[in-house]
């Protein structure tokens, strides 16, 4: 991503807020793991998205008509002894020159210097309640100029939520931020065939997430974008099981919801495959139901289409299907009306993607399903999760979860799937585990 891009967005955010207003985005902490061990450093995705800056202890300002510029950072200064220990530090000058900020200042000097910006303007768009300690940080700022009013100080008379601008912008991807999110989509579908390939009875599920893991890494993707999903047998019916830890057998389907993130942007695709390299009549009927909703949710991503129809779409098919293997009984639309498929899927067709997984953008305006349009990037999953705590329900079936999942872009004549090199048909499956035996 270059700096034109993190350039373009600021400006874009300037000219939504107007001028006498200012905008005021902390960076991300460094978080405890335990006693003195810290969590690798992720920033928060508002402020990267408009900065590139990839480093903690930092505030960006941004100023519309300022006349010395509009854009402004705050961050740590070099620090040969510190970066000793912990690497480098870009520092206030190298911010400008490589991240485009028409002006930066040493973070120490902020209570000096933020105050006076900030004076003056009648709006401040911040977004309180995500960072208490920088909020008393703000309202300090705020009533030291109030404090002054006597003296002919102007404080801002209002505070807006930044989110609403900020994150409608984000929900509309450049083709830069497209092409990375491919990069990254290529990288994990790669590693999903990895994790085919490693599979066979006796093996643990972790070790299919060392493959997964392994590499995202070897191709540049230093981090997952969530916590890898490896459920074989009955844990492939646990939404979000993440213990990785059970002996796979033969006979089983293994669920892997996994994706890698690159430039801090997620991907996130889920394939489900036999342990053994070859589905049973059982598993390939529900399987097969699921790939027919998953298509069918995908041919309605297009412009012009509201949100709710590809889950429309998935929803149809999966209750004709559970109809047709005798696990709902009834006619299809009035099962629908009654939601009675929510017993073997329970969730949502997909959700919006980006620099979050789950990314930010409203899915209603107005108390309207939002339309779709060229530039949205949304995750199409359907599924359904046969528990055997479910009563009532065939051996047969018990203990069969399915999901397939891949990222969808929204393109101006229709969609784009940037997760399509990852086999999903049960035929490309079985070949090449079969290949790989």
């Not at 000219?15 to 006498?20: A, C, F, K, V, Y």
């Not at 991807?173 to 497209?178: H, L, N, Q, R, V």
């Not at 392994?214 to 459920?231: L, N, Q």
């Not at 289409?305 to 005798?326: D, M």
């Amino acid at each position: 991503m270059t700096k034109n891009e993190f350039s373009k967005r600021r400006k874009a955010l300037c000219s939504h807020m107007g001028e006498n207003s200012i905008a005021i985005l902390p960076a991300a902490t460094v978080k405890s793991r335990n006693r003195d061990v810290e969590h690798p450093f992720r920033q928060d995705s508002d402020f990267y998205y408009l900065s590139g800056f990839d480093e903690p202890e930092a505030v960006l300002v941004l100023i519309p008509g300022r006349a010395h510029g509009e854009s402004i950072l705050f961050c740590r200064e070099r620090d040969p002894e510190k970066e000793l220990w912990d690497g480098d530090i870009m520092g206030p000058d190298r911010a400008v020159e490589e991240l485009g900020f028409d002006d930066a200042f040493p973070i120490s000097d902020i209570d000096d210097i933020l105050p006076g910006m900030i004076e003056g303007t009648n709006k401040v768009y911040y977004s309180i309640g995500l960072n208490a300690q920088f909020d008393a940080h703000v309202m300090e700022w705020i009533n030291a100029i109030r404090s002054k009013v006597r003296s002919g100080a102007h404080p801002p008379g209002e505070f807006v939520a930044l989110e609403h601008a900020l994150h409608e912008l984000r929900l509309f991807k450049s083709a830069a931020e497209i092409k990375v999110m491919q990069k990254a989509a290529d990288i994990s579908a790669e590693a999903h065939i990895k994790a085919m390939q490693r599979s066979k009875p006796g093996v643990f599920e972790y070790q299919l997430e060392s493959a997964l893991l392994g590499h995202f890494m070897d191709s540049g993707a230093r981090f997952s974008a969530y916590p890898s999903i490896v459920g074989s047998g009955a844990n492939a019916c646990v939404l979000h099981y993440t213990d990785n830890h059970r002996k796979m057998r033969s006979g089983d389907l293994v669920l892997i919801d996994a994706g890698c993130e690159l430039e801090n942007y997620a991907s996130d695709i889920t394939r489900t495959f036999p342990v053994n390299g070859k589905f049973s009549q059982a598993q390939r009927q529900v399987y097969e139901i699921v790939l027919q909703a998953q298509l069918a949710a995908i041919e309605q991503v297009k412009p012009g289409n509201h949100w709710n129809q590809p889950h429309e779409a998935a929803v149809r098919v999966i209750t004709e299907g559970l109809v047709t293997l005798g696990l709902l009984k009834g006619k299809v639309d009035k099962l629908i009306e009654k939601e009675a498929y929510k017993t073997f899927y329970m969730h949502r067709t997909g959700h919006w993607l980006g620099l979050d997984v789950h990314d930010v953008g409203e899915y209603k305006v107005g108390g309207e399903w939002r339309v779709l349009e060229p530039g949205m990037v949304m995750t199409v999953e359907p599924g359904i999760y046969i528990s055997d705590k479910i009563k009532g329900v065939a051996k047969k079936w018990q203990g069969i979860g399915v999901r397939i999942e891949d990222d969808v872009v929204v393109t101006r004549t229709g969609n784009s799937v940037l997760s399509k090199k990852a086999p999903k048909t049960v035929d490309e499956i079985e070949q090449l585990m079969a290949a790989s035996a």
